[in-house]
T-cell receptor, first 115, second 112 residues
Framework: NAGVTQTPKFQVLKTGQSMTLQCAQDMNHNSMYWYRQDPGMGLRLIYYSASEGTTDKGEVPNGYNVSRLNKREFSLRLESAAPSQTSVYFC??????????????FGQGTRLTVV | QKEVEQNSGPLSVPEGAIASLNCTYSDRGSQSFFWYRQYSGKSPELIMFIYSNGDKEDGRFTAQLNKASQYVSLLIRDSQPSDSATYLCAVTDGGSNYQLIWGAGTKLIIKP
């Protein structure tokens, strides 16, 4: 019963390097999300995909890009990593579109450090 | 700026007592309200959600909503050491059905 799977779990990048965080869900959910969580702050939405084929910016999209590859997969790309992007990143999915926000299921998180 | 405010804690409660966690929000258009639990180093998991004014009970947990006061609370009865975690309050953005506004969380410690 995998749920939401994120890879990698840990990553250290040098400033200016690029990387892609992978996320896949096996619950047939329509909506998927990428959040970052910093100490003392709430989860902040980076990008979301309400349904397959659509993506939209969240609260903090600068420095990131996303791809909704298919219904299962939603990736987050850092094109040129900066120390300010050091954070814990969570992917999440939720069941329905068009009926308001419902329960979100989270992946285990990616702990990213940019040096 | 739409905000969700929580006392960061830590809130220390004796085992077996009632833990009361509070949350206020600024967006009057918010329609749905969620409590998530997050253990240290783990991902958030949903405990309860509430849409209507009043109380909603699920086992040892009760969520309370007062939209007029823009206030949400979570009560945990018969607190157990396993309830020690950070509790995150989240509310829907009144301008979007797909976005949540999150509080920073309250750290709860249940002392045996």
């Amino acid at each position: 019963n995998a749920g939401v799977t994120q890879t990698p779990k840990f990553q250290v990048l040098k400033t200016g390097q690029s990387m892609t965080l992978q996320c896949a869900q096996d619950m047939n959910h329509n909506s998927m999300y990428w959040y970052r969580q910093d100490p003392g702050m709430g989860l902040r939405l980076i990008y979301y995909s309400a349904s397959e084929g659509t993506t939209d910016k969240g609260e903090v999209p600068n420095g990131y890009n996303v791809s909704r590859l298919n219904k299962r997969e939603f990736s987050l790309r850092l094109e040129s990593a900066a120390p300010s992007q050091t954070s814990v990143y969570f992917c999440a999915s939720s069941p329905r579109e068009g009926e308001g926000y419902t329960e979100a299921f989270f992946g285990q998180g990616t702990r990213l450090t940019v040096v | 700026q739409k905000e969700v405010e929580q006392n960061s804690g830590p809130l220390s409660v004796p085992e077996g007592a009632i833990a009361s966690l509070n949350c206020t929000y600024s967006d009057r258009g918010s329609q749905s309200f969620f409590w998530y639990r997050q253990y240290s180093g783990k991902s958030p998991e949903l405990i309860m959600f509430i849409y209507s004014n009043g109380d909603k009970e699920d086992g040892r947990f009760t969520a309370q909503l007062n939209k007029a006061s823009q206030y949400v609370s979570l009560l945990i009865r018969d607190s157990q050491p396993s309830d020690s975690a950070t509790y995150l309050c989240a509310v829907t953005d009144g301008g979007s059905n797909y976005q949540l506004i999150w509080g920073a969380g309250t750290k709860l410690i249940i002392k045996p």
